[in-house]
């Protein structure tokens, strides 16, 4: 079982910054690449950033030049640092990873729970 739990969300004006963190734990053999979407009511689940084991990353149009997503392979970590936040990013932010598992060698797409993230104008 692979669990992914995200932390940093919040409320920010627009303008300001936050940086999401999403720890892995579990049986977990490998990790091969780890990402963000995000959902607003009424909208459809859209990828943000995402980071392979490698380091290679692709970020949504939208999103581009205003975040940074990174990874920390060892602690099965990825992080999405936020500036220049706008209204419009506002939605639940969802980890995903696609993990291999070391007890079954399975791959797992996991999803974390999500974290709110909110700003205000």
């Known amino acids: 079982q692979v669990q992914l739990v995200e932390s940093g969300g919040g409320l920010v004006q627009a303008g300001g910054s936050l940086r999401l963190t999403c720890a892995a734990t579990g049986s977990i053999f490998r990790i091969n690449a780890m990402g963000w979407y995000r959902q607003a009511p009424g909208n459809q689940r859209e990828l943000v950033a995402a980071?392979?084991?490698?380091?290679?990353?692709n970020y949504a149009d939208s999103v581009k030049g205003r975040f940074t997503v990174s990874r920390d392979n060892a602690k099965n970590t990825v992080y999405l640092q936020m500036n220049s936040l706008k209204p419009e990013d506002t939605a639940v932010y969802y980890c995903?990873?696609?993990?291999?598992?070391?007890?079954?060698?399975?791959?797992?797409?996991?999803w974390g729970q999500g974290t709110q993230v909110t700003v205000s104008s």
């Open positions: 980071i392979t084991s490698g380091g290679s990353t």
């Open positions: 995903n990873a696609d993990a291999i598992t070391s007890i079954s060698l399975r791959r797992m797409d996991s």
